[in-house]
């Protein structure tokens, strides 16, 4: 199976006057053509930087301090601001949680898309036109025609994410990272993009990496899963064998905490404790304070290792 992406140790650290924020410290995945990846984890796990990595959008003071990042055999951690913008929006595009990041109040939509496609094609305005029309009837706009014609402010939250998940889809790009994109949108209109989503990807070779912390969005969309704690991946494998039977402490926590399992009348369980600081993270395994597993060897550091055939997970006491 030919690969789009393989990600190997990649480190993206912010260089603050209080210290270093390991934000991405040693991630290692890959994503096959036509597959979908999801991304795990509570907020500040480093989901979102690990995107922004990919993508060569990490600002000051923050920067790719190792690794490498194989797009199709080049590796994007070397090239210049010239060379990703080519593939930027291109060939590799993203799906911000916030759709404004993507949209311009001040230009109406058909303006936006027509040149999002003309940035990148010799095409005429006419066919670029056609091509808008027809990626806001794949996202389920109504009356594509008249909401070309119309700006930002006029689309409700809901709508204007339809937009930006629409520009998005204009090239058929080979890879979508996508950042919670959906955790604004009702549920009916959130199971139609997923829909389409999974389309994409099955009928075009997309390869896709889905960045959430809803895990039963993950359970129907994605292929594979890893799920980050404080900047690393905890464990990794395929979706259903990771959501039936989780390995690592922290996967059983969360699994365990989704309100659909718990029994009518108990009280909601949760993750005991709060996500350490990443300026200060303790001693060995990250998680070793809200683990009901912890001992004393944890205070070494666990290295990610398969422990099952397809499974991997950084843990010295994983639920075997």
């Known amino acids: 199976m030919s690969l789009t992406l393989e990600v190997r140790d990649l480190r993206t650290h912010f260089f603050t006057r209080a210290g270093v924020v390991k934000a991405v410290d040693g991630v290692s995945f890959t994503v ?3 597959k979908v990846l999801g991304l795990v984890g509570e907020s500040g796990s480093g989901k979102t930087v690990t995107g922004f990595s990919i993508l060569g959008m990490v600002d000051e003071p923050g920067r790719i301090t190792g690794g490498s990042i194989l797009f199709q055999g080049r590796d994007l951690a070397t090239l210049s601001e010239e060379e990703m913008r080519h593939l930027r929006g291109n060939r590799i595009a993203m ?4 759709p404004m990041m993507t949209l311009n109040p001040v230009l109406r ?3 936006q898309m027509i040149e999002t496609v003309q ?3 010799k095409t005429s305005r006419e066919e670029a036109r056609q091509r808008s029309r027809d990626a806001l009837g794949m996202v389920g706009i109504a009356s594509p025609d008249e909401r070309l014609k119309s ?3 006029q689309f409700s939250g809901g709508m204007r994410q339809r937009v930006a998940i629409a520009i998005a889809l204009l090239h058929r790009p080979d890879l979508i990272v996508a950042d919670e994109p959906t955790t604004a949108l009702d549920v009916t209109i959130q199971g139609q993009i997923l829909a389409e989503v999974q389309k994409l990807a099955a009928n075009t070779g997309t390869a896709l990496i ?6 039963s969005v993950v359970a129907g969309l994605a292929d594979d899963i890893a799920v980050m704690y404080a900047g690393r991946v905890v464990e990794h494998g395929l979706v259903d064998e990771v959501l039936d039977r989780p390995l690592h402490p922290y996967t059983h926590g969360l699994i365990g905490s989704v309100p659909s399992r718990n029994k009518r009348g108990e009280p909601l369980r949760q993750i005991p404790g709060m996500t350490p600081s990443m300026l200060a993270l303790p001693q060995g395994c990250a998680f070793r304070a809200r683990c009901p597993r912890a001992a004393d060897e944890c205070l070494v550091e666990p290295e990610l290792r398969t422990i099952l055939p397809g499974r991997q997970v950084r843990c010295h006491r994983p639920h075997l």
């Open 151 to 153: 700006y930002p402010h």
């Open 119 to 121: 940035a990148h094609e």
């Open 109 to 111: 939509i058909d303006t």
């Open 210 to 215: 889905w960045i959430t912390h809803d895990l």
């Open 95 to 98: 799906i911000f949680q916030d």
């Open 32 to 34: 096959a053509r036509g």
